[in-house]
């Protein structure tokens, strides 16, 4: 079984992260995608980052009506702070039989020689890479390597961000988001 590892905050999940996942399971040789919610990031303001939970919920909510989409805890009992490199090895010895591949976003590409281990990432793994819009072409040392995989996806320009901002402005975003994930949303008043 081939899982490719979709690592995020899903602060909240929205349909451009269920568009991207689908299109890589559905295109590429990869059998799941695993949402794995990111806990606590150091670099990110703890003010509006929902508990680990919440956002397990949504992810949750937002994928169980695909087959091929999965939410993912794994990085919640890992020691903080946690690197990709890490769960890697954690998912390999609970998983043996499994192949695990990371997808990113292209703009992440021109600090992943900054990722610790990532040379031993790269030894053991697949990355599928979706592309973003960029100012110019994303050159990086990484670009011609057997192991990465640009799959030619939706480009998305949807951000949690602007959701968030829009939510605590009380602007309807209803169309960026599943259906199940607004629901819990609203019911919550997360955001506001």
């Known amino acids: 079984m081939k899982i490719g590892l979709y690592f995020g905050s899903f602060n909240p999940i929205h349909i451009g992260h269920l568009v991207i996942a689908n299109h890589m399971a559905e295109n590429s040789d990869l059998n799941q995608i695993w949402f794995v919610v ?3 990031n150091p670099f990110k303001k703890k ?8 956002r397990l919920e ?5 994928t169980k009506q695909y087959d091929k989409l999965k939410p993912s805890d794994i990085e919640f009992n890992l020691p903080q702070p946690n690197y ?23 703009d992440n590409l021109k600090s992943f020689h900054k990722w610790k281990n990532h040379e031993l990432i790269l030894e053991n793994h697949n990355v ?7 100012e110019s072409k994303i050159v990086t040392p990484f670009n011609k390597h057997p192991k ?6 939706p480009i998305m320009q949807i951000s949690s961000t602007h959701i968030r901002k829009a939510i605590k402005e ?3 975003i209803k169309p ?3 259906q199940p994930v607004w629901e819990y949303l609203d019911e919550m008043n997360f955001y506001k």
């Open 84 to 106: 990709t490199i890490n769960t890697l090895t954690h998912l390999k010895e609970k998983y043996p039989n499994y192949e695990f591949s990371l997808i990113m976003g292209e």
């Open 47 to 54: 003010s509006s980052l929902l508990d680990n939970y919440q």
């Open 170 to 172: 009380k602007k309807n």
């Open 128 to 134: 599928y890479i979706y592309p973003r819009i960029s």
């Open 38 to 40: 990111t806990p606590h």
């Open 58 to 62: 949504m992810v949750y909510r937002a």
């Open 176 to 178: 960026l988001l599943p």
């Open 148 to 153: 990465i995989h640009l799959v030619a996806a």
